[in-house]
């Protein structure tokens, strides 16, 4: 074949490749066309929300005016101070959500006189989850709101919560406003990473970057993290994370970190949470047999002879609390098994921030974590110790004994109220003298 030819040749099969190419595109946007403009559109071509599927799930959508709903936010829009309101409202805005008379959804804040991290962030993804829902729909559902009058708060709506989630730009907060403030947030809907790439997983990835952002807010306030520190904070984050794809069934997990510096007190607050089972339904699903299950059912068995289930504490309740402690994991598969540190790590790491902050003092720094119909109230009063057999344990309760029920104020059964699946709020306030924060040995 002579050199020109070789040349037309090449050209023709450029020409072909192309024209295959636009006509795939032609075929995929006619058939797309085709789809918006049919009246009885093809459900299945839209996105559906599981975390809002199981949010809504037996809820009973507020009233629907000519398609507008209002929903009233409570004065106290606290999930770690007021937990039960809080999950009441984001389920009540899933069903909302769901109810196809809804056509406007009003978020009314102008009562609200606390808010905190979490709740905000709750509802920023449920109003995100139903925005995708909606969004390839004939008829959208629509957001609008009214602020509150405390300006903070207003800069968390802003910054990292409705306003971000639903992306409405003309509200957002101007350049030099944001600069003052301290923003992590991390979604993962439903992906996990492909299995060897050469390149780092978003676990790793994330961990590094919510570590950065940890360190970052410590450094406004004239601290620091060691770099051993750093390094075990990224290694339980990250295995946070790997338990809440692992544990739950599911790959939708958040991570939220928010700080603001124009308040007189600089409170850090962080939030992780992930839909899917609970830590009591990774025990419960378990064979008897299993090695995991075996774990945990001494504890379940004394408790249930000495009669202490009941309305308050449940097995639920139980299974909840020793899925905190060192080396007890749904995962394990015999002694040399070290999953179930993650938590351990991280409630050792509240401790010792809680010691930094109070310098004596009680500074009000709190953690919480729910999972299903079990909330965990941690203030430093209950910490972390090792056991005879050098095992990390937290009892909450004075013996530190898990064969022992543990104080009513530390954990709740919510009953009704429940998050289909593990969310952590940690909220503590900046010290202002300068110092190297360890970790705990």
């Not at 040749?9 to 066309?33: A, D, G, N, P, W």
């Not at 009885?40 to 996105?47: A, G, N, R, W």
């Not at 069903?95 to 808010?115: F, H």
């Not at 639920?316 to 007890?328: H, K, P």
Request: proline letters at 3%; aromatic letters at 8%.
């Amino acid at each position: 074949m002579k050199k020109s030819e070789e040349i037309e040749h090449k050209i023709y099969r450029i020409r072909e490749k192309r024209r295959q190419y636009v006509t795939f595109r032609l075929h995929e946007y006619s058939k797309r066309k085709q789809v918006g403009n049919n009246q009885k559109t093809d459900e299945s071509l839209h996105y559906h929300s599981t975390p809002i599927d199981n949010l809504a799930a037996g809820v009973s959508p507020p009233r629907c005016n000519d398609g507008n709903t209002l929903i009233t936010m409570p004065q106290k829009l606290s999930f770690i101070d007021n937990t039960e309101v809080v999950l009441s409202i984001v389920k009540k805005l899933s069903a909302t959500a769901r109810n196809k008379k809804t056509r406007k959804v009003i978020l009314d804040y102008s009562e609200v006189d606390s808010l905190d991290l979490a709740a905000e962030c709750l509802l920023g993804i449920v109003a995100m989850e139903a925005t995708q829902e909606h969004s390839k729909k004939r008829k959208k559902l629509h957001f609008q709101g009214i602020y509150p009058k405390n300006a903070s708060y207003k800069r968390l709506i802003k910054g990292i919560g409705v306003i971000k989630s639903l992306n409405i730009k003309h509200e957002f907060l101007p350049s030099e406003e944001e600069k003052k403030l301290r923003i992590f947030r991390y979604v993962n809907r439903n992906r996990r990473d492909e299995i060897g790439l050469d390149t780092a997983d978003t676990n790793a990835r994330v961990s590094a970057k919510f570590v950065d952002h940890i360190n970052a807010c410590l450094s406004d306030n004239q601290r620091q993290l060691n770099v051993q520190a750093r390094m075990k904070l990224s290694e339980y984050t990250g295995e946070i994370i790997g338990n809440a794809e692992d544990h739950s069934g599911m790959y939708h997990w958040y991570i939220f970190g928010y700080l603001d510096n124009t308040t007189k007190e600089h409170t850090c607050e962080v939030v992780i949470l992930n839909f899917g089972k609970s830590f009591a339904q990774t025990f419960e699903e378990l064979p008897k047999n299993h090695y995991a299950y075996k774990q945990v059912e001494p504890y379940v068995f004394l408790h249930s002879a000495g009669k202490y289930f009941g309305p308050k504490w449940t097995k639920q309740d139980l299974l909840t609390l020793v899925a905190l402690q060192g080396n007890i994991s749904s995962k394990n598969e015999s002694d040399a098994t070290t999953r179930g540190q993650g938590s351990v790590e991280l409630i050792e790491f509240f401790q010792n921030v809680h010691k930094e902050c109070t310098n004596g003092d009680h500074c009000g720094a709190k953690m919480t974590i729910v999972s299903g119909n079990t909330r965990i109230s941690l203030d430093g009063t209950y910490t972390m110790k090792a056991d005879s057999k050098g095992r990390k344990r937290i009892a909450l309760n004075a013996d530190n004994s898990l064969y022992q029920k543990p104080n009513p104020s530390a954990i709740t059964s919510l009953g009704n109220i429940s998050f289909p699946g593990t969310i952590i709020a940690i909220s503590f306030p900046m010290a202002t003298t300068q110092t190297e924060l360890l970790e705990n040995k």
